[in-house]
């Protein structure tokens, strides 16, 4: 589909085309008065102009192929760096591409905006059959926190402003803002759409908790004879790194970072009870949540998990409705995570009693047996390789490069990398999130590339990858240091499944012995074959530190992974042995 090049209109003077403005001006004013810096998309009618326009102003526009794929990058810009991840997509089908990212983005609560190309009002309300039909406001609008339609080009900056400020305030989420195409060649007088841009001042204003509140919350802790932290992405994404860490070194109480906040405190302090978490779970008696909510991750906070004793939450969240949601919390503070830890704090006083030593002492204890535990298997230099074998490199080598990004996808792949690579820093690990989606791994190593400027090691069960697998072209076409690599085990779970029928393959396996290294040489990137670990640990030190685009085609035991990785009871069983 050709779209029309950016041309002079004939006939108008320079004078004239100066003092005229028109939509796809207003919109990248708009952006660019409110900071945004790169737009993650894919071109196409009534977008592709926009985009030239915005990367001609300066803004980094960059091309996916995929809209998905660009909505995952918006996303995780968004968690990164508490403004807006920006993903521009076509009409229609482009949109509706892009969507599940926007969802994904609200149930993750990371600030998002979605901005979408759409048809024309006039057909698409009376169903005429437009190209590329559809009613998007009205889809969008369940799946995202705000949704938002701007029809008149003088509306442009109070849009974009509104879209900002919904996306960021409060709990952040997905924001979608629909502009149809002839928003973009409408034109206004340039001084007046000047003044009608806005510059959102103080988009997401601090949320002071109240006194009591905090006061509440410090009487429940203290009383607590086995209390335990339990961090959450939302404490990672609110850059209270310092105040969060002085909190829990203060109390000296053992803590738990859930998957995405791993490396707050780095996952070897002396009180991350990451390698004790069953029995911190089960004993605790007092459980304070910064930024995590008890959902099935957390087991709902009841259950076996939970253990017999009663059990006393202290909630630490931005968003009063999370309170009680699935259990009750005795002490909910209700603000912005930067401002409850840091009033938290103040309240600790100068002579806060340290944790009960025998309780410290206790997960302590079961800390190192576990981790003394896993350490033989993570040497292993076994030939397939197993996972722990493969993993243990790159614990390794994340260690030597704490700095270093890491994206995390599959089941096994998931699962046990999460366990088992120690994260040193804040916001360093980037993983599948609140649904356990795959499909992020591409979109998020691109933008935690283009965002920080840090190296990014993605690491891919063989299934995961293919989900967004195309943008290594789009790694390799803006030459982004991320190292990829892939679990590559001959399927999802495990790559030894036989149909029974002995018609097609089973449902779980691949082609066996692919050469997912062959792809990225394709677009001029370096690929790789690794068989054990130590070639696995050498091309992996290679690929970071020549920061090329790389893949490494990782091949693992196809026997080696389990059903669904360590969330195998949630698949429903069948009470029927044998149908016929
Ligand atoms: C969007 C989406 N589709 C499907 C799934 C179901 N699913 C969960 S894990 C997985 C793939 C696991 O295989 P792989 O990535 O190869 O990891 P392995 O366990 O083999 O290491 C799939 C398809 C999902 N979580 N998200
Ligand atoms: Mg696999």
């Keep these: ?42 071109p196409g009618i009534p977008i592709t102009d926009f985009g030239r326009m915005a990367q001609a102003s300066g803004l980094r526009v960059l091309s996916f192929r995929h809209e998905q794929n660009a909505g995952y990058a918006a996303s995780i ?10 993903c521009l997509t076509v009409s229609a089908p482009g949109f509706l591409n892009g969507l599940t990212a926007l969802a994904h983005a609200t149930t993750n609560c ?26 998007q406001l009205a889809i969008a609008k369940p799946l995202c926190k705000a949704a938002f339609r701007v029809l008149h080009a003088a509306d442009i900056g109070i849009g974009v402003a509104r879209a900002i400020r919904a996306a960021v305030s409060g709990r952040p989420g997905g924001v979608y803002l629909d502009l149809p195409a002839k928003l973009f060649a409408q034109v206004m007088d340039a001084e ?15 949320q002071i908790p109240a006194p009591a509140a905090v006061k509440r919350a410090l009487d429940v802790l203290k009383s607590a004879k086995r209390p335990l932290i339990i961090l959450g992405k939302g404490a990672a994404y609110a850059q209270a790194d310092d105040a969060i860490r002085a909190l829990v070194e203060k109390t000296g109480i053992p803590f738990l970072p859930m998957s995405m906040a791993k490396g707050l405190l780095p996952d070897t302090h002396p009180q991350c009870a990451g390698a004790a978490r069953s029995t911190v779970l089960k004993d605790s008696d007092v459980v304070m949540l910064i930024g995590a909510r008890l959902n099935w991750l957390l087991s709902h906070g009841k259950g076996k998990t939970w253990g017999e004793a009663p059990k006393k939450f202290i909630q630490i969240d931005i968003e009063p409705k999370e309170m009680d949601s699935n259990v009750e919390i005795v002490a909910p503070v209700v603000g912005d995570i930067g401002s409850c830890v840091q009033a938290l704090l103040d309240g600790l006083g100068g002579s806060w009693p340290a944790a009960p030593a025998d309780w410290t002492g206790a997960v302590a204890k079961k800390r190192e047996e576990n981790v003394a535990k896993m350490a033989p298997r993570l040497m292993n230099n076994n030939v397939p ?11 390794t080598i994340v260690k030597e490069r704490p700095d270093a990004i890491l994206v995390n996808e599959g089941a096994n792949t998931l699962d046990l990398a999460r366990g088992i690579i120690d994260v040193y820093q804040p916001r ?6 609140t649904w356990g989606i795959m499909g992020i791994g591409m979109g998020y190593a691109i933008a935690a590339a283009v965002e920080t400027g840090k190296p990014v090691l993605a690491v891919e069960g063989d299934s995961a990858f293919g989900f967004s697998g195309m943008e290594i072209e789009t790694i390799c076409r803006y030459k982004l240091p991320v190292c990829v690599v892939i679990f590559n085990n001959d399927g999802i779970y495990r790559g030894t499944d036989v149909n029974p029928a002995g018609t097609d393959p089973a449902t779980t396996v691949f082609v066996k012995g692919s050469r997912y290294d062959k792809m990225i040489e394709a677009f001029g990137g370096v690929g790789m074959n690794a068989t054990s670990p130590d070639e696995l640990k050498r091309a992996v030190n290679a690929a970071m530190d020549s920061g090329k685009p790389t893949l490494i085609n990782a091949v693992i035991d196809p026997a080696a992974g389990s059903e669904s990785g360590r969330i195998g009871n949630l698949n429903p069983q069948s009470k029927i042995s044998k149908k016929s």
């Design 1 to 42: 589909m050709a779209d029309a090049a950016v041309k002079e209109k004939p006939g108008t003077t320079a004078a004239e085309e100066r003092e005229l403005t028109d939509g796809f001006h207003l919109v990248i004013d708009a952006l660019k008065l409110n900071g945004v810096k790169t737009i993650y998309g894919v």
């Design 77 to 86: 810009a968004g968690f990164l760096t508490k403004k807006p991840g920006v």
């Design 110 to 135: 990371f600030p998002m905006i979605q901005i979408s190309g759409s048809s024309e009002r006039e057909i698409v309300d009376l169903q005429q059959g437009d190209y590329e039909e559809m009613d």
């Design 192 to 206: 007046a759409g000047r003044k009608s841009l806005v510059k959102v001042i103080d988009a997401a204003p601090a």
């Design 385 to 395: 390789m197993d996972y722990h074998g493969a993993l243990g490199v790159l614990r």
């Design 428 to 433: 360093k690990r980037l993983d599948v999130g």
